[in-house]
């Protein structure tokens, strides 16, 4: 009994760490389940444990080595990273999403005049709360916008500090994703998304998660970007890793707030843990000078608030 106790509470997070680490992401439950890459991680630790002190030193040395390839995939985002030599302008970035409008158009308002942002990315943003958030006069502050409203949870947009021009909206099924060019001060250009994937929440969905998550633009090249929203994807999903191979770090991540939970922000004991799906990934050139999640009542999203400055 001792036996099989030892290996049925091993080999689950055996097989998690081979799968994680193996580069191959197989579809739903996956999908949703590699979220939970972090708890994954505690359970294994609880494991090894188990298996030394019923003295099954095959299992425990099975446990070993999942903790051993998994804590390194997930420990650095307690630990801040260093900053590239940046002493252009700064960006500070504002992302929340409404779920389908219903945010609070004032606290919303409150953030934006408490944080100052030059740019706040918004999804599932309906023509309803586009109303409400302008009559709230978030067009007065933040005077220029890219606005997609749709019905439903596929509304995006950019508001800005300074002039944005309409880089087109990216649209996979439900979910849309609305780009802007943002020309700052002294001519500098970056192309801002407002990111919003379909989410992977159930079977068949993972083609249009995916297909979402590759449409966003690669890191790395002349111009300067910065992606920010609901991704309904954390770090341990491979189109994330693949924007952050591109040329992205994640403001979170490099501050060592990557295990702040974002969704969801409600508070009932029967929610599923959380899980840090909303990001503000800026490229690497830039240095990330502070990052907050934040609440906003309304939502089951917390906004998340990035302090960038550029090269």
């Known amino acids: 009994m001792r036996t099989w106790t030892s290996w049925i509470v091993v080999v689950p997070f055996a097989l998690w760490a081979v799968v994680r680490l193996s580069g191959f992401e197989p579809d739903w439950p996956w999908v949703p389940a590699v979220a939970y890459t972090p708890y994954a991680v505690c359970a294994a630790v609880l494991g090894l444990a188990l298996a030394c002190v019923l003295r099954r030193w095959a299992a425990g040395t099975v446990a070993l080595v999942s903790v051993l390839a998994l804590v390194p995939a997930v420990l650095p985002r307690a630990l801040t990273d260093g900053n590239p030599d940046a002493e252009g302008p700064a960006l500070r970035v504002l992302a929340a999403n409404l779920m389908v409008g219903q945010a609070d158009p004032a606290e919303l308002m409150a953030l934006v005049e ?4 030059d740019v706040l990315a918004l999804q599932e943003f309906t023509p309803d709360s586009m109303r409400r958030l302008e009559e ?9 916008a890219v606005t997609r409203p749709l019905t439903g949870v596929g509304g995006s947009a950019v508001y800005a500090r300074h002039p944005v021009e309409d880089g087109g909206f990216i649209k996979e099924g439900p979910f849309g994703q609305a780009r802007a060019w943002l020309t700052l001060p002294g001519e500098e250009r970056i192309e801002v998304v407002s990111v919003h994937p379909c989410a992977p929440k159930r079977i068949g969905r993972q083609p249009c998660w995916q297909a979402g998550l590759e449409a966003l633009p690669r890191g790395g090249g002349d111009a300067l970007r910065v992606l920010a929203g609901d991704f309904n994807a954390t770090l341990d999903h ?54 907050q999640v934040l609440k906003l009542d309304g939502t089951d999203h917390r906004p998340v608030f990035a302090e960038l400055r550029l090269p």
């Open 238 to 291: 491979l189109p994330v890793r693949d924007l952050l191979d591109s040329g992205y770090r994640d403001a979170a991540d490099v501050m060592g707030l990557g295990f702040v939970a974002t969704w969801p922000q409600f508070g009932s004991w029967l929610q599923s843990p959380g899980v840090t799906i909303d990001h503000v990934l800026a490229d690497s050139r830039m240095a990330v000078r502070g990052f």
């Open 136 to 144: 709230a006069g978030l067009r007065r502050t933040l005077r220029h």
């Open 114 to 117: 408490r944080l100052k942002p």
